[in-house]
């Protein structure tokens, strides 16, 4: 099963206007199908392999002489160094589009493309599938899409989820973690990935996470930022605008694909999380990350945040654009409560900048109300 990405036609510009187009983003998200389906006509070499790699390592001119049109290289953080050569390269030779480069952690290689490419490289984040790529926007059952997640492979190869989720977790610790982290004890940052997802949708507490796994606060916040980096969570950051209230200060941390999140929480089927006391959470993790691959689809910055303060008055989502903020409550509910807008209406007393006010609930609708726009989650792109 071929899946057209959303994010197709903005790569295939970026390669019209850049030398050089990286495309980064979590293992098995698609970067490579992506990639070798846009350009079909390219040279296509990974670095995965352990010869080319040494081949890219060791004699980088020899190795960038094979592709004398450009190429695609795929899983380019393993040789970072190769970075200052393409640079030479593309300088010399004044084309755009000559080089797509691929990499699947943030860590090893964002710096030295900041610094060597600047100016040369179109960057481009590509997450799992969206939700509209999968279902084209017909309502599926929630639970059925909490459960199976977003990872391509899942619905190219049909591989069932907990297969793969365990599978990923597996490849994830044993290689990427060993690479970025000298951890001894690897059961120990385990615990404390499945502690994340147990706090997914929620206000991030180092503290208490140090705590629970029996590290320091500065182990913690390492192990937060290797996650970020491995596109496992993403935290989304209070707003920033001052209210002169008191504001919580803290990010609340999501996995970036529910499916994962599910996995983590020993959830075996989707008939769980009927009843499961996360599955708020899970579902405002589903849509958050719906968001963010929408801004990311369109190369733009993800500029989301949440507002709450100490008194509990809280808005969900925020979406910080040109015309002012649009704010979105989460609601994993069937039926549309007044009780649902108050943290909209309460924050936009505060705020004469709202631009939309927009309720998410676990239905297909799409209705007008008096202060607020009601959604179906298969209509999030609506927004």
Partial sequence: MLINRQIQPLLIEMAGSFPVVTVTGPRQSGKTTLVQMVFPDKDYVSLEDIDKRSFAKHDPRGFLSNFPHGAIIDEVQHVPEILSYIQTITDKQKKNGMFILTGSNQFQYMKSISQTLAGRTGLLKLLPFSYEEIYKNKYINSNEVIFNGFYPRIFDQKIKPELFY?????????????????????????????????????????????????????????????????????LLNPFHKNFNKRIIKSPKIYFIDVGLASHLLNIENHK?????????????????????????????????????????????????????????????GKTVQQKFFKGLNYYKKMDTNVHKSCLIIDDDIKEKRTDSIVYGYPFINKI
């Fill in 166 to 234: 365990s599978a990923y977790l597996e490849t994830y610790v044993q290689r990427d973690v060993r690479l970025l982290l000298e951890i001894k004890d690897l059961m120990q940052f385990h615990t404390f990935v499945k502690l994340c997802a147990g706090r997914t949708g929620q206000i991030l507490n180092y503290n208490s996470l140090a705590n629970e796994v029996g590290v320091t606060n500065k182990t913690i916040k390492h192990w937060i930022s290797v996650l970020k980096a491995s596109y496992i969570i993403f």
């Fill in 272 to 332: 769980q999380l009927q009843t499961h006391p996360l599955r708020g959470e899970l579902f405002e993790t589903f849509i958050v990350a719906e968001f963010l691959k929408l801004r990311y689809n369109q190369g733009k910055q993800d500029n989301l945040y949440f507002f709450r303060d100490q008194s509990g008055n809280e808005v969900d989502l925020i979406l910080e654009t040109g015309n002012g903020q649009d704010i979105i409550e989460i609601k994993s």
